[in-house]
């Protein structure tokens, strides 16, 4: 695989990307570099699979026939964060707050009585 295949991989991307608006559905992120195209309905897993071998095809699909209904593009932290939110689905109860790292409280008692 030399050097134009990946070239022409990466225009066939950027193509398909601004098929699909060319920019994060939630945030706006629009540098293609972090972009990513997802499966709104979570059915990527099967095509997931068949991607090693049908990249190109698979963008091409979505550059002939941008479905909005069933891809957007997420931006690689807002991907991430849909992920981990799908998880956290059946822990709710765990708390999504970010952690708090506190100092230490001073230790009190120590009266100067010396
Ligand atoms: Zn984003």
Redesign the pocket.
């Given at each position: 695989m030399g050097k134009q295949t990946v070239e022409y991989r990466r225009r066939i991307r950027i193509k398909a990307l601004q098929a699909l608006g060319g920019k994060?559905a939630?945030?706006?992120?629009d540098d293609w570099r972090a972009l990513q195209i997802d499966h709104i309905n979570g059915g990527g897993t099967r095509e997931r699979r068949n991607r090693k071998q049908g990249t190109i095809s698979y963008y091409l699909e979505i550059i002939k026939n941008p479905d909005k209904n069933k891809y957007q593009i997420?931006?690689a932290?807002?991907n991430w964060i849909k992920r981990y939110e799908e998880r956290e689905d059946y822990r709710r109860d765990q708390s999504t707050e970010p952690v708090q790292v506190r100092p230490r409280e001073q230790e009190k008692g120590g009266t100067d009585e010396g």
């Open positions: 994060c939630r945030c706006g992120f997420l931006c932290n807002c």
